[in-house]
T-cell receptor, first 111, second 116 residues
Framework: AQSVTQLDSQVPVFEEAPVELRCNYS??????LFWYVQYPNQGLQLLLK??????LVKGINGFEAEFNKSQTSFHLRKPSVHISDTAEYFC?????????FGAGTTVTVRA | DAGVIQSPRHEVTEMGQEVTLRCKPI?????LFWYRQTMMRGLELLIY????????DSGMPEDRFSAKMPNASFSTLKIQPSEPRDSAVYFC??????????????FGQGTRLTVV
């Protein structure tokens, strides 16, 4: 079985500042890793995913994440956030056909 | 493609009533998932189907919950009888992969269920 821990439940950040959302996973086998974003009253949308290959993954809206096998982490970063990045962000992992989600991190971007 | 379509978007019902949530997955997707989202428990996988067959229903909380997928383009999640603690947002998601273990799931907008 695999699981995901998101280390921060809430992250307030000022507009144009960088942000990092932390995610650690636990699995006895190789996993695939994902970051999803949920805007208010919306479904989840895929930001990026790591399947194999390069450990630095670039996604939509200027987000990127780095897979670190030794630290079992998959942290999400954006160098400069916008007000529109205010949302909840979910890290997820999978090694079969179903996703296991973290508890989510709420990002609030202030002007 | 219109994406995963769920209906209704909002449902308010009285305790004890039957509730049916509906989902139309993306055409051609082989996997369909039902998730429940609450503040207390986050996102929980309830059940998933592969080619219309239920594969894992270990997340279904009680016998009051049931799910069906009569064909590749339609699935239902039923709660009978409903209880206030069932209040949550229920998401349907579908995935295009069969035989490849990278499950990028595409989510619907969700159904917000309130049981009073």
């Amino acid at each position: 079985a695999q699981s995901v821990t998101q280390l921060d439940s809430q992250v307030p950040v000022f507009e144009e500042a960088p942000v990092e959302l932390r995610c650690n996973y636990s699995s006895s086998v190789s996993v695939y890793l994902f970051w999803y974003v949920q805007y208010p009253n919306q479904g989840l949308q895929l930001l990026l995913k790591y399947l194999s290959g390069s450990t630095l993954v670039k996604g939509i809206n200027g987000f990127e994440a780095e897979f670190n096998k030794s630290q079992t982490s998959f942290h999400l970063r954006k160098p400069s956030v916008h007000i529109s990045d205010t949302a909840e962000y979910f890290c997820a992992c999978s090694n079969d056909y179903k996703l296991s989600f973290g508890a989510g991190t709420t990002v609030t971007v202030r002007a | 493609d219109a994406g995963v379509i769920q209906s209704p978007r909002h449902e308010v019902t009285e305790m004890g009533q039957e509730v049916t949530l509906r989902c139309k997955p993306i055409s051609g997707h082989d996997y369909l998932f039902w998730y429940r989202q609450t503040m207390m428990r986050g996102l929980e996988l309830l059940i998933y189907f592969n080619n219309n067959v239920p594969i894992d229903d270990s997340g279904m909380p009680e016998d009051r919950f049931s799910a069906k997928m009569p064909n590749a383009s339609f699935s239902t999640l039923k709660i009978q009888p409903s209880e206030p603690r069932d209040s949550a947002v229920y998401f349907c998601a579908s995935s295009p992969r069969t035989g490849v273990k990278n499950t990028e799931a595409f989510f619907g907008q969700g159904t917000r269920l309130t049981v009073v």
